[in-house]
């Protein structure tokens, strides 16, 4: 089953862990250069100080804590227990001594959902990406369709009740769902699938994350072997932006997916030296571009690395993790 390339989201993870948070300039300073390889973090990584190549972040942990609620709830999202879930995870990696938590907006929705608070009001004001780093288990539990945008929708309700939050989400979950379904415009379906739905969650003023996936995409895919890949990078830098808003990091994520469709393992790369969110910006293309080529398409030394070291983390089994989700996608 086609779900089991879910593993490339912890291969973009795992590249972009110790540039996260850095400027070019740092990665640059600090790494020698683009990303090209795994590394370990320097001491100066100012959220995963000293982690080893290969380990994964927040994005791929949090994508866990979905996929077992998941698969626990036979695919009717409980809110409340995946609240408790979430604080339980940032429980246990502050006990492990991690600084890669639960944002501060992400924890106060998801305290305020255990006060008692409406879910609808918890996570009104989210328009970052959180919902959109985790929700690739939701891509391979349901084809494409009404069940599936419910499922994303129910997956970032709670901390990304915005309308950047809620068509972040659903459009990665549906990128991921149509390349498991074999559609290779899978990037271009995802965003017309989300441009169909009606508008749903909170107003912001910020700017639309489907209006600028398709900006940037599609400036990627026409400009593609017309400028070079220093002047792409530039252009994700100065005019989409890398940060944690959802507009930013997930557009830069697409318009990557888009350029580098053939390329998966330079794809990754490249969005790990971009600085910025940069190891949720390859988590991202990861998933999206691995539901489409498998882990054949990927680099097999990096993929080997990031899957031992998971092996060695007896909390996160990948294998059975991703064979119930393939059952309840059946």
């Not at 895919?221 to 400028?227: A, D, F, Q």
């Not at 790369?269 to 940069?278: E, I, R, W």
């Not at 996160?316 to 989700?325: A, F, G, I, P, W």
Request: glycine share 10%; net charge negative.
């Amino acid at each position: 089953m086609q779900g089991v390339r879910w593993s490339a989201l912890l291969w973009g993870d795992a590249l972009g862990m110790p540039t996260q948070s850095m400027s070019p300039a740092q990665i640059v300073e600090y790494y020698g250069g683009p990303i090209a390889t795994l590394h370990d973090a320097v001491p100066e990584q100012p959220i995963a100080p000293n982690m080893k190549a290969g380990a994964v972040t927040d994005d791929t942990e949090q994508a866990f804590v979905l996929a077992e609620r998941l698969v626990e709830d036979e695919g009717r999202l409980d809110n409340d227990a995946y609240a408790k879930d979430l604080l339980r995870w940032e429980a246990g990696m502050k006990a492990r001594g991690s600084l890669d938590l639960l944002g501060p907006s992400t924890k106060a929705a998801l305290q305020a959902l255990t006060n008692g608070v409406d879910p609808e009001e918890t996570g009104r004001f989210g328009t970052t990406n959180g919902g959109a780093m985790r929700v690739t288990p939701v891509g391979i539990a349901f084809r494409p369709g009404r069940a599936l945008a419910d499922a994303a929708w129910r997956s970032c309700v709670v901390t990304h009740n915005t309308v950047q939050g809620i068509e972040s989400t659903t459009l990665v979950a549906a990128a991921v769902s149509y390349a498991i379904e074999g559609e290779r415009d899978f990037l271009h379906r995802a965003l017309d699938f989300v441009k169909g739905m009606p508008p749903r969650g909170n107003w912001s003023a910020k700017a639309s994350v489907a209006a600028r996936v398709q900006l940037f995409m599609n400036r990627g895919e026409r400009e593609n072997g017309i400028t070079s890949d220093d002047e792409f990078a530039t252009i994700l830098q100065r005019d989409c932006g890398t940060s944690v808003e959802a507009n930013e990091s997930v557009a830069a994520a697409f318009a990557i997916a888009g350029r580098f469709f053939d390329e998966p393992t330079k794809a990754l790369c490249f969005a790990a030296s971009l600085g910025g969110d940069t190891d949720t910006i390859a988590a991202i293309a990861g998933a999206m571009l691995g539901a489409w080529h498998g882990p054949g398409g990927f680099d097999g030394a990096i993929a080997g690395q990031v899957l031992r070291r998971l092996k060695d983390d007896n909390r996160l089994d990948l294998e059975r993790t991703v064979r119930r989700l393939c059952a309840l996608r059946q």
